[in-house]
C-alpha cells in the first residue's frame, strides 16, 4: 500500500463522527469540530486528489506562513496538539468516559499520521 492509499483509508477513520456513549464527551468532540475542519480541509483534498498545493499559495490568509512541506506539516502538527491539548483537559471519570476518550484520542493520533503522511506526499510532488 503506497503513503496516498493509506492516506485515503485513514483518513475517512480520523475524521469520521465516533459513536460515543457519554454526552459530555459529545460535547467535547463538537467542541474540536473547528479544528478537525481547518485540518480536514486540505487534507480532504489530498484524499480526493493527490495534493494540497494551493495551501502554498492560498490568497485568503488561511495557511499563514505555509510555503513548504516542511510548514504545512508544522502547520497541521500544531492543529494536532491543540486538539490534543483541549481533549486532554478533560479526564474521564467513568468506564464510559474512559471509552470515549480513548475514542476521541484515536481519533487525534490518526489525524497526526495523516500530517506526516500529507508531508511525504507533498514532498514527492
Not at 96 to 112: H, K, L, P, S, V
Request: charged share 30%; with cysteine; glycine share 4%.
Amino acid at each position: 500500500m503506497n503513503d496516498l492509499q493509506m492516506f485515503r483509508k485513514l483518513f475517512n477513520i480520523s475524521f469520521c463522527r465516533p459513536i460515543l456513549k457519554t454526552e459530555r464527551f459529545i460535547d467535547i468532540w463538537w467542541d474540536l469540530e473547528g479544528l478537525r475542519d481547518t485540518l480536514a480541509g486540505p487534507l480532504y483534498t489530498i484524499k480526493t486528489k493527490g495534493n494540497c498545493n494551493y495551501v502554498y499559495t492560498d490568497e485568503e490568509g488561511r495557511f499563514p506562513g505555509v510555503d513548504s512541506p516542511e510548514m504545512f506539516l508544522q502547520w497541521c502538527l500544531d492543529i494536532v496538539d491543540e486538539c490534543r491539548d483541549i481533549l486532554m483537559k478533560h479526564q474521564p471519570e467513568n468506564s464510559n468516559e474512559e471509552a470515549d476518550f480513548e475514542t476521541i484520542i484515536r481519533q487525534i493520533d490518526g489525524m497526526e499520521v495523516l500530517s506526516h503522511l500529507a508531508y511525504r506526499i507533498q514532498s514527492e510532488q
